[in-house]
C-alpha cells in the first residue's frame, strides 16, 4: 500500500484540527504503523478517550483510497509529513496537519519567510488597498504571501503579490474540487501557477462555518507572523491572530478608523500588544536580521512607501482580477427587480430560517432572532454560515442585510 494512502487514512480518521503532534510523535511519523496499531496500543499513551481511539481505528481504508484517486485524477499533489516539501514549521503544532493537496508549485511552501495578511471579506476601500499596498512592497522583499483566499482582504493580498512577481500561498477551507466562490477561481488558477493553493481536506470536502476557523491554525504556523489589515470585533481574522500567539508567531494590525466598527478589531489588537504597521518596514525590520540572506533587496522602503502604493490602488481603473471579480458585473438591477433565490440545500436548517427572513434593508440580530424563533447565540451562528458562502453582509450595529 502507498504511504500517502495512510497518511490520508490517518488525517481523515483524525479530521482536520484534532491533536496529532503526540501520536505521530510517539511511532517516528509512521502512518502505517498507528493503522496497524492496536486499540488498546494507542489508547494506553493517554492521548484519546478509548471510544475516540475506536472510532478514529474503525475509519475505512477505503475512504482514503477514493481521496487519493479523487486527487490523482484531477492532478492535484499530496504532500505528506515525509515529502521533502512538507513544511517543517507545520510539524511544530500539537494540531499538525497529516496531509497537504496542493494545485502549483508545492516548492513555495519551503520558503521560511512567509508573512500571512488576513482580515475581513467586506472590506473598505482603503484597507483593500493597505493590503494591496503591503503584499506587494513585501513580495519585492522574497516574502511569500499567505491568505484564505477570500474576498476583500485576502484577495487583495493575493494580487498584490502576484503583481510584483511574488509567490503567495493560498490556504483553502475546503477540497481543492469544490467550486467554492465560484467567481474567485481566475484568481486562484493565476496563485497557483506562480504559488500554491492549498488545503488539508480531501478534494470533494465541503466548506461549512466549522471548516474555515480549523483551517486558520495553517495560515498562521506557514508564517513568521500574521498581518490584521481590517477586522471587526469579531471578525475570522482574530482567529488567526489568536493562533499565531498561540505558536509564538508575530502579530502585526493595521491602525484603522476609530468610528467604523470594521478596524474594532485591529485597533484592539494594537492596544493589546501586536506591532502596528505604518509601513512595510515595520515588518521587514522584525526579519531583517535573522533572514537577512533571505531578503532580496536590503534597501529599506521610502517612509510614504505604504502611501504612495495605497493611492496607485485607489485610484486605478477595477480590473479583472480586482476584488470586485463577478460573473454578473454587467448584470445588475436594481433593488426593486431583485429577487432573493431560495435558500442552498447544503445550509443548515438554522441558516435557512435565518435567510429565509433576512433582507436588504438592514436588520438587527435581535430582530432576526425574534423572526426566526431562533436564539441570539444560534442566530449568530446561522449568521456566520451565510456570510461563510456570501449569502449575507454584516454591517455596524450588528446588523445584516441579504447579499446583493
Avoid at 513544511?87 to 494545485?103: F, G, S, T
Avoid at 433593488?335 to 443548515?348: E, G, H, I, M, N
Avoid at 450595529?397 to 441579504?402: E, K, N, S
Wanted: net charge negative; glycine share 6%.
Amino acid at each position: 500500500m502507498n504511504d500517502t494512502v495512510y497518511w490520508i487514512w490517518l488525517s481523515e480518521a483524525l479530521g482536520p484540527g484534532e491533536k496529532t503532534l503526540e501520536l505521530v510523535s510517539f511511532y517516528n511519523w509512521n502512518a502505517e504503523e498507528i493503522y496497524k496499531a492496536s486499540v488498546r496500543d494507542i489508547f494506553a499513551l493517554g492521548i484519546y478517550t478509548l471510544q475516540r481511539v475506536k472510532k478514529f481505528k474503525a475509519y475505512p481504508l477505503e475512504n482514503a483510497i477514493k481521496s487519493y484517486n479523487d486527487a490523482v485524477s484531477t492532478g492535484i499533489k499530496i504532500i505528506t509529513p515525509q515529502s521533502e516539501y512538507f513544511p517543517e514549521q507545520l510539524k511544530r503544532i500539537d494540531n499538525a496537519p497529516l496531509v497537504l493537496y496542493v494545485r502549483g508549485d508545492e516548492t513555495v511552501l519551503k520558503n521560511e519567510l512567509s508573512v500571512s495578511v488576513v482580515g475581513a471579506r467586506e472590506a473598505s476601500d482603503y484597507g483593500c488597498a493597505v493590503a494591496k499596498a503591503l503584499s506587494s512592497a513585501l513580495a519585492t522583499k522574497g516574502f511569500t504571501i499567505i491568505s484564505g483566499g477570500a474576498r476583500g482582504i485576502d484577495s487583495e493580498a493575493h494580487f498584490g503579490a502576484l503583481e510584483e512577481g511574488g509567490k503567495t500561498v493560498c490556504v483553502m477551507g475546503c477540497g481543492l474540487n469544490v467550486n467554492y466562490l465560484a467567481e474567485m477561481n481566475p484568481m486562484r488558477e493565476k496563485i497557483a501557477k506562480s504559488g500554491a493553493v492549498i488545503s488539508e481536506y480531501p478534494p470533494k470536502a465541503p466548506a461549512s462555518r466549522t471548516t474555515f476557523p480549523v483551517r486558520n491554525r495553517i495560515i498562521s504556523a506557514l508564517s513568521l507572523g500574521t498581518i490584521v489589515v481590517e477586522a471587526g470585533e469579531r471578525s475570522g481574522s482574530l482567529i488567526t491572530a489568536r493562533l499565531a500567539l498561540e505558536q509564538g508567531k508575530d502579530v502585526f494590525a493595521v491602525p484603522g478608523d476609530l468610528v467604523h466598527s470594521s478596524f474594532l478589531g485591529t485597533n484592539k489588537l494594537i492596544r493589546d500588544g501586536a506591532i502596528a504597521v505604518f509601513s512595510p518596514n515595520d515588518i521587514l525590520e522584525e526579519y531583517y536580521s535573522e533572514y537577512y540572506d533571505k531578503i532580496v533587496d536590503k534597501t529599506r522602503f521610502p517612509d510614504d512607501e505604504i502611501i504612495r502604493r495605497a493611492q496607485k490602488y485607489l485610484s486605478e481603473p477595477k480590473q479583472e482580477t480586482d476584488k470586485k471579480i463577478s460573473a454578473n458585473v454587467n448584470e445588475k438591477k436594481e433593488k426593486s427587480q431583485k429577487v432573493k433565490r431560495d435558500a442552498p440545500d447544503y445550509l443548515t436548517e438554522e441558516a435557512k430560517k435565518i435567510y429565509s427572513v433576512l433582507s436588504e434593508e438592514p436588520m438587527h440580530v435581535d430582530l432576526l432572532s425574534e423572526q426566526s424563533g431562533l436564539t441570539v447565540a444560534q442566530t449568530l451562528s446561522a449568521l456566520t454560515e451565510l456570510e461563510v458562502y456570501a449569502l449575507a453582509t454584516a454591517l455596524s450595529g450588528r446588523r445584516y442585510t441579504i447579499k446583493d
